[in-house]
């Protein structure tokens, strides 16, 4: 058996809970727990959205996120739109559904008027499983999958040839720098109300503008995306054309993904790592903090707790006057009292034996002062409230004080 007896200094460390382990392994659930909190009110934020789709965050040759990186990189301050709250300002948008499946109805309806550029889908991807993002070529997409994403209320004609790398044709007035060569094959578009920007050699559609409104659709997604960017020339005219159909005094492109599936929908427990409920987030954590501070250590020495009942005469007295009061027992204590201070009078002064009563009374008043102990007395007998009594008393006691002095 081991000579360290419980209670002996050091014998605390040796288990595996002691005060140190124990410490620890809160501080590592606490740190862990706040983790997992704000790891899941951020986590629609921070998926990066390698999963080789035609989107803004894809890196895939069918993605857009190097014109993303272009126009970050130019100036132009890119922004990702993972909320629909975030549809509403003026900048250009840029929508890129994946199939004609995809509903575009409530994001149209949040763009209205503004500036807005629909591409088409083109391409039938799937996903590298030897490169993470990457996407491996499967098929072109059926015309009427492309054909689909604005219909009914637009009803458009796609068509899909090959092109021969021509350069493609652009309104007069148009900056000079939006120059594209046509992508192999060309995809194109042909409709009612469809006013051409981009054509090629033949007319056909490629990027047109549907009504009066600023809402745009890109037939041939190679334009913009990663294909795309691999020419200079091609990435120059793409950054131009975007800059001429944004809005006037635009600040910003925004690039939405939430028709991809990387939507972030409000959360409230992301409200509480932002301003301004981080403030009673902090606060609220703090406290905690300090909660726990207290309830594992001491601060200062431990206060002893009273006695119920405390030592000496003046607690047996306080439970008797307490008893008494209690009981109601108030108006007795009158001539009981006057009775107690004639026993002791009497011992006192010598009263002789064979006095009782009204003459021993008699013989204590003729002893010299100025209060009389027979009046004393009857005031004692006839006080009932404890203002009273307690009046009565003490000038029966300074009457005994008075003749012992």
Request: proline share 6%; glycine share 12%; net charge positive.
């Amino acid at each position: 058996m081991s000579d360290l007896t419980m209670g002996e200094p050091g014998a605390g460390n040796t288990g595996a809970f002691n005060v140190r382990t124990v410490a620890i392994l809160l501080a590592v659930g606490i740190l862990a727990f706040i983790g997992m909190l704000v790891l899941g009110a951020y986590a629609p934020d921070l998926r990066s959205g390698r999963n080789g789709g035609a989107h803004a965050l894809s890196n895939a040759a069918v993605g857009y996120s190097g014109i993303v990186r272009l126009a970050e990189a130019t100036g132009r301050t890119p922004r990702i739109i993972r909320n629909a709250r975030q549809l509403g300002g003026e900048d250009l948008v840029v929508l890129t559904p994946e199939s004609g499946a995809t509903d575009l109805t409530k994001v149209l309806a949040a763009r209205g008027a503004k500036a807005t550029l629909v591409i088409l889908p083109k391409w039938q991807t799937a996903a590298d499983p030897l490169h993470p993002g990457w996407a491996n070529f499967v098929a072109f997409r059926p015309v009427g999958d492309a054909e689909g994403v604005l219909a009914p209320q637009y009803k458009l004609k796609v068509t899909r040839y090959t092109s021969g790398g021509q350069p493609l044709r652009a309104l007069r007035w148009m900056p000079r720098g939006i120059a594209f060569a046509a992508p192999r094959p060309v995809q194109t578009i042909a409709g009612v109300d469809l006013r051409p920007i981009l054509t090629d050699a033949q007319g056909h559609v490629v990027l047109g503008q549907i009504g009066d409104a600023a809402f745009y659709v890109l037939a041939d997604p190679d334009l913009l995306s990663n294909i795309g960017m691999r020419d200079a020339a091609q990435a120059r005219a793409a950054l131009e054309l975007l800059d001429w159909l944004n809005s006037t005094g635009a600040k910003t492109i925004g690039f939405d993904v939430t028709l991809n599936g990387f939507g972030a929908s409000p959360s409230p427990l992301k409200l509480l790592f932002d301003p301004p409920f981080l403030a009673m987030t902090l606060t609220l954590a703090a406290a905690v903090l300090l909660a726990g501070v207290q309830a594992t250590a001491r601060f200062g020495p431990p206060r002893r707790r009273a006695r119920a009942i405390a030592f000496g005469k003046t607690a047996l007295i306080d439970n008797a006057a307490a008893l008494v009061r209690k009981a109601g027992r108030q108006g007795r204590l009158g001539p009981r009292y006057v009775d107690l201070v004639r026993e002791r009078a009497g011992g006192v002064f010598g009263v002789p034996a064979r006095l009782q009563g009204a003459a021993a009374d008699t013989y204590l008043d003729g002893l010299r002062g100025r209060a009389r102990f027979t009046g004393l007395a009857e005031q004692a007998r006839d006080a009932r409230d404890p203002r009273d009594m307690l009046a009565a008393a003490q000038a029966l006691h300074h009457w005994l004080w008075e003749k012992t002095r």
